[in-house]
């Protein structure tokens, strides 16, 4: 499933392309296509990235999800004598990247509809979601996290001069504005004065109801890192990345723009091979125990987190190696990630067979858990 009414709508397509080239190697894949209206689209030709250049795309049949039912996505009959024609998929690997996919919408969906999906948990992935939540659990949990001031839509539109006073009363140097519930870097500004932050705000306060605004983490070396793997298990951490960027960090443009040439999942180059474009050092070019460091806080942070599939992790390392903090998590990478466990020997492909793995056993531990029991509180109010 990919698409999704996100503005990260584009990176998904791109992204489930990667996937099911590899996937298809070895199942039967059905793509899912939600479009930004939130209807959803079936049919081989969304196979072919071609088929995006209309909407609804070239081919495409539309899809429902009916609640209730043991098969429930269904193709509606076509014409007034025609059949429903039911989907009997085995797993949904979950490729929406932000609103509607990565914060949970879509896997209580198909948690209610009991099909077996990779990102297995509602909470863990709607609290992932939100920097703001994310920040509160993490740092909860031990871990290092910038400090930073929420802004919430409301707020501003009441009284802009009050939220860029209150911000700067607690924030005196250069600061990054970003929405809170986005990704793909969309939406973020490093801003040095208060011109650049009115800016900033008003865009990000368009993209999202609420945004974060932390203090410019000046001189920090970022570093990337992914986790694979569920509650209970031991996890498998990827090589760690140093990404290349402007100083305020990668933006979008950076991501899938470039052209740089990546290889992708098919040996793609530039711009098809999404974040495999992007520029990097991989293993990252910092001292070996920095990279230990990093591997070793991801796999706490995937555990803490509740966390199930593949993660990553973004890092800065500040005051030459005295602090390590989370940036944040990203429960639906990019390219998944793939590129990150490659050096390890785990190509895409293996990576794509490990994550329907942990779907089936997160659906089965889910079978094992009891959801219902006898209760004589019905019979007492009906007198029977």
Same mark, same amino acid.
């Given at each position: ?12 397509? #791109? ?6 080239? /590899? !996937? ?5 894949? /059905? ?10 689209? &079936? ?30 996505? /269904? ?37 209610? !509809? ?7 948990? %509602? ?28 802004? $919430? ?7 802009? $001069?009050? /939220?860029?006073?209150? #911000?700067?009363? $607690?924030? &005196? ?38 945004? #974060? %605004? $932390?203090?410019?983490?000046?001189? !920090?070396?970022?570093?990337?890192? =992914?986790?694979?793997?569920?509650? *209970? ?34 040996? !793609? ?9 992007? *520029?990097?050092? #991989? ?12 591997? =070793? ?88």
């Amino acid at each position: 499933m990919f698409g999704g009414p996100s503005v990260e709508h584009d990176v998904s397509i #791109i992204t489930a392309q990667q996937v099911m080239a /590899v !996937a298809g190697e070895r199942h039967d894949v /059905v793509p899912i296509y939600v479009a930004t209206d939130g209807r959803w689209w &079936t049919g081989p030709s969304l196979l072919e990235v071609s088929s995006f250049a209309a909407q609804p795309p070239t081919g495409a049949r539309p899809v429902e999800l009916r609640l209730g039912r043991s098969v429930p996505l /269904v193709m509606p009959a076509s014409g007034r004598f025609g059949k429903d024609q039911e989907l009997r998929l085995d797993v949904v690997i979950n490729a929406i990247h932000g609103t509607g996919g990565e914060d949970g919408a879509l896997l209580g969906a198909l948690e209610l !509809a009991r099909v077996p999906h990779v990102g297995r948990g %509602v909470a863990a992935a709607a609290v992932t979601m939100d920097k703001h939540l994310s920040k509160a659990v993490l740092r909860d949990a031990g871990f290092d996290v910038l400090p930073h001031v929420r802004v $919430e839509r409301a707020a501003w539109e009441a009284d802009e $001069e009050a /939220v860029v006073a209150r #911000i700067r009363g $607690e924030i &005196t140097t250069d600061v990054v504005v970003k929405p809170a519930t986005l990704g793909s870097s969309i939406g973020v500004a490093r801003c040095r004065d208060d011109d650049e932050l009115t800016d900033a705000l008003q865009l990000a306060l368009e993209l999202d109801r609420q945004v #974060i %605004v $932390e203090p410019f983490a000046a001189g !920090a070396t970022e570093l990337n890192v =992914a986790v694979l793997g569920r509650v *209970g298990e031991a996890p498998l951490v990827s090589e760690v990345e140093r990404p290349i960027g402007g100083e305020a960090g990668l933006s979008f443009e950076d991501k899938y723009l470039s052209g740089a040439k990546g290889k992708g999942a098919k040996g !793609a180059t530039g711009k098809d091979a999404g974040m495999a474009t992007q *520029g990097r050092v #991989i293993p990252a070019d910092v001292p070996a125990e920095w990279r230990d460091r990093v591997k =070793a806080l991801a796999a706490g942070a995937h555990a803490a987190l509740r966390l199930s599939g593949v993660v990553r992790y973004d890092f800065f390392v500040l005051d030459d190696g005295a602090r390590f903090v989370i940036n944040e998590p990203n429960t639906v990478p990019g390219s998944f990630a793939f590129y990150l466990f490659e050096p390890d020997g785990m190509t895409f492909d293996l990576l794509v067979e490990r994550l329907i793995e942990i779907a089936v056993a997160e659906q089965q531990e889910e079978r094992s858990t009891v959801r219902a029991f006898e209760s004589a509180l019905l019979k007492r109010h009906i007198g029977a």
